[in-house]
């Protein structure tokens, strides 16, 4: 069974930067694509970012592109999100998936997920 557990959220300002960690159940890394979502107050989950079972390739929104960076680490079993100059907007629950890398969208579809962590970002 694929458990995902995620931590490191918390209250920054403006321009800051912050690390969220999703740590993974035995083989996860190695039997399914990775990814994070958010969802912000009164609005739908979106889609952040995307990591191959073979790390090679990444995808990204086009609101984070460029300050956000995916990243996993297999002999830890630990996928994180790099997140830098962060913005207002960047505010939400920060979601792990498992899943499938949907081609045609660039996206993840994700088919186990974590609990959340709140990130919070005064301007």
């Known amino acids: 069974q694929v458990q995902l557990v995620e931590s490191g959220g918390g209250l920054v300002q403006a321009g800051a930067s912050l690390r969220l960690s999703c740590a993974a159940s035995?083989?996860?890394?190695?039997?399914?694509?990775m990814g994070w979502f958010r969802q912000a107050p009164g609005k739908e989950r979106e889609f952040v970012a995307a990591?191959?079972?073979?790390?090679?390739?990444?995808y990204y929104a086009a609101s984070v592109k460029g300050r956000f960076t995916i990243i996993k680490d297999t002999a830890k079993n630990t996928m994180y999100l790099q997140m830098n100059s962060l913005k207002f907007e960047d505010t939400a629950v920060y979601y792990c998936?498992?899943?499938?890398?949907?081609?045609?969208?660039?996206?993840?579809?994700?088919?186990?997920w974590g609990q959340g962590t709140q990130v919070t970002v005064s301007s």
């Open positions: 035995g083989r996860t890394f190695s039997t399914y694509a």
């Open positions: 990591i191959t079972r073979s790390g090679l390739s990444t």
């Open positions: 998936a498992a899943g499938s890398i949907l081609v045609l969208t660039a996206t993840l579809r994700g088919d186990y």
